[in-house]
């Protein structure tokens, strides 16, 4: 792995990206795992390390909401083919109502890709008196996007969507009776011993009597992101999407805090499961999740999951065809390659302190390649 840290230590240090972590797994073991450049640059410097706390964002769509929903399938709770109007009576009849929550994992249900919904769900905003809980917070940006008008029709195109998965995280806590932070700590966190994710890390104050910025701090163990300019502060554990911040930190498309480490033991969790070696998602559900949706043209999309685009993927030009992945917003990716069984994790703090540094895009298939080089994979 040289040539890869080589790399991450020139790209960390002429400023494409603040830091990184990246563990690479081969056959179900760790080959390589290494902490790059600084955690944040301001306002205080701090080294990177390999247990940093990342927030994963979007990585959010598939360790918890993804995996919670096809728990609900298996045990009976809510089905992949279950139609929102039956949550939601107020859709009858309208074709958001006859979406099914397979579409959405598919980000084919016609749902717009985003909507400004913290601007109405701040402290000061027009719809939130003081003292509103964070659940009534939440069920006000649900009802937000079931009135919002489709972005087209459901099933003929595929937009990755937020929204799709606002919604499928409300409707997880209904189907369950239970908060999703707490969903996601019973059913994905304890299970699989990833004692390192989990939702609102930082334990902030919630939104409903919150304290000057000052008095909550920051966790010294979490990555910072950006300097944010409405929340007049660096963020580190705390949550950097507007949305879920603004839902109070737990939401279906972002929100999630992890470790390298503890991604590569959920990547190592759900091979472990395809392959019928462990009992917590059935080996052929898991299966059939990770195929292209055939219902809409040129998509790559599976259920949550995305697999490469010849070309310009961001796995870079090796992983095979049926490699499934996903990536965050903040600069955290997931890559697997089912069929050599090569897991990488790429966690970095891109957005600090500015959401706005593009370095990224040149990374993440620079890193990928590199590994697949150093592994003696050299074809897709």
């Known amino acids: 792995m040289q040539a890869l840290d080589t790399y991450l230590q020139q790209a960390t240090t002429d400023g494409t990206i603040p830091g990184a972590v990246v563990c690479v797994a081969q056959h179900g073991h760790i080959v390589w795992q290494q902490a790059y450049g600084l955690a944040a640059c301001y306002p205080q410097p701090r080294p990177m390390q390999g247990e940093t706390l990342f927030d994963i964002a979007s990585l959010t769509k598939v360790v918890a909401t993804t995996s919670l929903l096809l728990r609900a399938h298996h045990e009976q709770v809510c089905c992949l083919d279950t139609v929102l109007q039956s949550c939601y009576p107020q859709l009858c009849g309208t074709a958001l109502g006859a979406v099914t929550v397979r579409q959405l994992l598919a980000h084919t249900g016609g749902l717009a890709a985003w909507l400004p919904l913290y601007e109405t769900l701040l402290p000061a905003g027009p719809a939130m008196p003081a003292g509103t809980s964070a659940a009534s917070r939440r069920q006000h940006a649900v009802q937000g996007i079931l009135q919002a008008p489709l972005a087209y029709t459901p099933g003929t195109q595929t937009v990755y969507s937020d929204l799709g998965f606002m919604i499928l995280a409300d409707l997880l806590e209904r189907r369950y009776q239970q908060a999703l932070d707490r969903l996601f700590l019973e059913q994905v966190?304890?299970?699989?011993?990833?004692?390192?994710?989990?939702?609102?890390?930082?334990?902030?104050?919630?939104?409903?009597?919150?304290?000057?910025?000052?008095?909550?701090?920051?966790?010294?163990?979490?990555?910072?992101?950006?300097?944010?300019?409405?929340?007049?502060?660096?963020?580190?554990?705390?949550?950097?999407?507007?949305?879920?911040w603004?839902?109070?930190?737990?939401?279906?498309?972002?929100?999630?805090?992890?470790?390298?480490?503890?991604?590569?033991?959920?990547?190592?969790?759900?091979?472990?499961?395809?392959?019928?070696?462990?009992?917590?998602?059935?080996?052929?559900?898991?299966?059939?999740?990770?195929?292209?949706?055939?219902?809409?043209?040129?998509?790559?999309?599976?259920?949550?999951?995305?697999?490469?685009?010849?070309?310009?993927?961001?796995?870079?030009?090796?992983?095979?065809?049926?490699?499934?992945?996903?990536?965050?917003?903040?600069?955290?990716?997931?890559?697997?390659?089912?069929?050599?069984?090569?897991?990488?994790?790429?966690?970095?703090?891109?957005?600090?302190?500015?959401?706005?540094?593009?370095?990224?895009?040149?990374?993440?298939?620079?890193?990928h390649n590199l590994i697949m080089h150093a592994l003696g994979v050299t074809t897709t």
């Open 189 to 244: 966190a304890q299970p699989l011993g990833l004692h390192n994710t989990a939702y609102r890390p930082l334990c902030a104050t919630p939104l409903a009597s919150a304290l000057p910025p000052a008095a909550a701090g920051a966790n010294p163990g979490c990555a910072a992101t950006e300097n944010c300019p409405w929340r007049g502060r660096v963020l580190a554990g705390e949550v950097h999407d507007e949305n879920a």
């Open 246 to 367: 603004a839902m109070g930190g737990v939401a279906g498309h972002a929100g999630l805090f992890a470790t390298a480490a503890d991604l590569w033991h959920f990547t190592q969790a759900l091979l472990e499961a395809a392959a019928g070696r462990s009992a917590w998602l059935p080996a052929a559900l898991l299966q059939e999740s990770w195929q292209r949706c055939s219902t809409s043209p040129g998509t790559t999309r599976a259920l949550g999951w995305d697999t490469p685009t010849p070309g310009r993927s961001s796995s870079g030009d090796y992983f095979s065809a049926s490699s499934i992945g996903h990536l965050g917003f903040t600069g955290c990716s997931i890559w697997i390659d089912r069929v050599r069984q090569i897991t990488v994790i790429l966690c970095t703090n891109r957005v600090h302190p500015s959401r706005h540094a593009t370095g990224i895009t040149r990374v993440r298939p620079a890193v």
